[in-house]
């Protein structure tokens, strides 16, 4: 098969940056990286802050970024701590579902859940915050994980005009991947930098998200290729 047929186009040629794209910067958070003097590394991604320094370069390119972060109550149903028995990485159903079970991480008001030091986006124009509910879990930066609840983004997005998403942070396996996903559902048109993400990587994890942007037709871009309008 040749070349071309096998690469997204979106690789392959520069995409400029238009006034209706946004920068999604996903859950840069302490927590999510290598843990800094003690601090965060909870639910460290390999190689997570290893992207803060491409999302700082790509984020000077856009004129609208917005940042979630994951934001916890203590004892929230994803913890596996909150279920008697279970450990991290163990499942377990709740009303809406199987639900990956997670060390404690990013709980609200602590130094884990704050945005990782070295990211450096002060016109970042809104930060969404997430998962704030104690019952419900929520990957996706536009419904929570019963898949019905919504966050407020997508009618933010539309209210501001923006329409093109560009989607880079942690984890690419959970809250990039859900985060496209829904994105794509509401009718945005979602690319996944794919040097500027990192995934949590369990058994079959980074495969399942590959296969699944796949084929909700979200294509991948590397940060080189998107370019400055101005
Ligand atoms: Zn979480």
């Known amino acids: 098969m040749h070349l071309l047929a096998t690469m997204p186009y979106a690789k392959l040629c520069l995409m400029k940056i238009q006034s209706t794209d ?36 790509l984020a000077q390119r856009f004129e609208h970024v917005i940042l979630t972060q994951d934001w916890h109550p203590a004892g929230h ?3 596996a701590s909150s279920h008697p028995g279970k450990r991290p990485f163990e499942t377990t159903e709740v009303a809406y579902g199987t639900q990956t079970l997670w060390p404690d991480h990013c709980v609200q008001g602590t130094p884990g859940a704050d945005l990782h030091p070295g990211l450096s986006i002060p016109h970042a124009e809104l ?85 699944a942007l796949a084929t909700a037709g979200i294509s991948k871009i590397v940060s080189e290729r998107i370019e400055s309008s101005c």
């Open 77 to 79: 149903i994803s913890f």
């Open 127 to 211: 930060i969404l915050r997430k998962g704030f509910r104690r019952e419900i879990d929520s990957y996706s930066a536009f419904l929570e994980d019963d898949h019905t609840t919504p966050t407020g983004l997508a009618s933010y997005l539309r209210e501001r005009g923006l329409q093109r998403l560009f989607l880079c942070g942690l984890a690419y396996d959970f809250c990039v991947r859900f985060s496209a996903i829904d994105g794509t559902a509401a009718g945005f048109e979602c690319i996944v930098i794919e040097d500027a993400t990192r995934g949590v990587d369990l058994p079959g994890s980074i495969e399942e998200t590959t296969t």
């Open 22 to 57: 946004a920068l999604l910067v996903i859950d840069v958070q302490n927590d999510f990286c290598p843990p800094v003097d003690g601090v965060g590394g909870a639910l460290a991604v390999t190689g997570g802050d290893a992207i803060v320094p491409i999302i700082n370069r």
